[in-house]
């Protein structure tokens, strides 16, 4: 099974911050990388897809980039609304494993 | 709107069953893979399986292989997760999920199974 790590697993940060959030791949999986925020109480939401592509509705200071075994998430400019829980998850290969979850707190 | 409507879960007693449902509208149904997503109490997300659109291909987490079966309905737009022999590790909220190019970009609210004594 491909093991995902995320990095941190919890931060403090302030409103206006950059935030940036890693993951790491046990092996390649190509841009097969997604990436979900999930609030408490609540379903998880998808932000990016295929490393890199902003979902539809999701604001543009939310971005990811990588490919192969390192991946990032960053959000420029931290916003109330944004601190939560983030996922990553891989759909290179089956199990579609996610990884352990960021969560983002307020300073 | 798409919307996806998990229901079926609950309080069951260790090596008992449970069969969940999601009921899917605002597309065509018959089109998309769909997921199962776990998700314990305060612990992070568990792919648990995946069925193609017309129910050809199925897979399983090794955690609940021989134990759940995956299952889909495209006449009647619903997703099942029938849950054989339960066990207290898999207690937790149940999300069912929409998959569109090995992305998940539709969750339901979730339901939660409660395994215990």
């Known amino acids: 099974d491909i093991q995902m790590t995320q990095s941190p697993s919890s931060l403090s940060a302030s409103v206006g911050d950059r935030v940036t959030i890693t993951c790491r791949a046990s092996?390649?999986?190509?841009?097969?990388l997604n990436w979900y925020q999930q609030k408490p109480g609540k379903a998880p939401k998808l932000l990016i897809f295929?490393?890199?592509s902003l979902q539809s509705g999701v604001p543009s200071r939310f971005s990811g980039s990588g490919s192969g075994t390192d991946f990032t998430l960053t959000i420029t400019s931290l916003q109330p609304e944004d601190f939560a829980t983030y996922y990553c998850?891989?759909?290179?290969?089956?199990?579609?494993?996610f990884g352990q979850g960021t969560k983002v707190e307020i300073k | 709107e798409v919307q996806l409507v998990e229901s079926g879960g609950g309080l069951v007693q260790p090596g008992g069953s449970l069969r969940l449902s999601c009921a899917a509208s605002?597309?065509?149904?018959?089109?998309?893979?769909m997921n199962w997503v776990r998700q314990a109490p305060g612990k992070g997300l568990e792919w648990v399986s995946y069925?193609?659109?017309?129910?050809?291909?199925?897979y399983y987490a090794d955690s609940v292989k021989g134990r759940f079966t995956i299952s889909r309905d495209n006449a009647k737009n619903s997703l099942y997760l029938q849950m054989n022999s339960l066990r207290a590790e898999d207690t937790a909220v149940y999300y069912c999920?929409?998959?569109?190019?090995?992305?998940?970009?539709?969750w339901g609210q979730g339901t939660l199974v409660t395994v215990s004594s």
């Open positions: 998850q891989q759909s290179y290969g089956t199990p579609r494993t």
């Open positions: 605002g597309f065509t149904f018959s089109s998309y893979e």
């Open positions: 092996q390649s999986i190509s841009s097969y």
């Open positions: 999920t929409r998959e569109l190019m090995r992305f998940l970009g539709y």
């Open positions: 295929a490393a890199s």
């Open positions: 069925i193609s659109s017309s129910g050809s291909t199925i």
